[in-house]
Structure formats: C-alpha cells, structure tokens
C-alpha cells in the first residue's frame, strides 16, 4: 500500500516562500505515477494546484502560475511544490495525491498559512 507525507507546511508572511515536500513509501515504482499537489481552503472544495507527469511535464492552476513549482525526484521518492510570492489566498491544507492508471492515493495534508 503506497503512503504518501507531507511536510513543509507552516505559517509564512505574504511574499514570502515555503517548500512542501511529499514523500512517498511502499512503493518501488514512484516514477510511474502522475504526481499532484491539491489544496482546500476552508468552506472551499479542494483544488488542483499542480501536476507533474513521469516524463517531468508539468501544470499549473491559473491562480498560482509564475510563483509555485512543482519538480520531483524519483530517486528519493518524493515530490516538491516550491511557493513564492505567497498570498493570503493561498492558504489552505495542501494535499499530494499519487496517481496510476486507477489507482489513487492521497497524503494526509499539511497546513500552510499565509499572513497579511
């Protein structure tokens, strides 16, 4: 059964920077899975932030465009999300979800707070 951590999350002032690393364990074939970082804001439905495909192609909402990074590395079986320029509105739980043909697995979520 795969797990996925998170890690990274905290309380950070507007335009500043955070990294959220997601770590992923029982599985030896983490470079076949699409990997994505979600986020759900209180009262909000959870969204897609980003994604990285196995070949290192990546996407990005509209709303955080320019300023996030989403990059992996295969060998630590972990996937990042770099955030700059934070902004208030990009507070939320922030959740990595695996992704294999269908079979999905999600993290348990780490809280990032962003302060006016």
């Known amino acids: 059964q795969v797990q996925l951590v998170e890690s990274g999350g905290g309380l950070v002032q507007a335009g500043g920077s955070l990294r959220l690393s997601c770590v992923a364990s029982g599985t030896s074939i983490f470079s076949t899975y699409v990997m994505n970082w979600y986020r759900q804001a209180p009262m909000k439905q959870r969204e897609l932030v980003a994604t990285?495909?196995?070949?290192?192609?990546?996407n990005y909402a509209d709303s955080v465009q320019g300023r996030f990074t989403i990059s992996r590395d295969n060998a630590k079986n972990t996937v990042y999300l770099q955030m700059n320029s934070l902004k208030p509105e990009d507070t939320a739980v922030y959740y990595c979800?695996?992704?294999?043909?269908?079979?999905?697995?999600w993290g348990q979520g780490t809280q990032v707070t962003v302060s006016s």
């Open positions: 990285i495909t196995t070949g290192g192609s990546t």
């Open positions: 979800r695996a992704l294999l043909w269908s079979r999905i697995y």
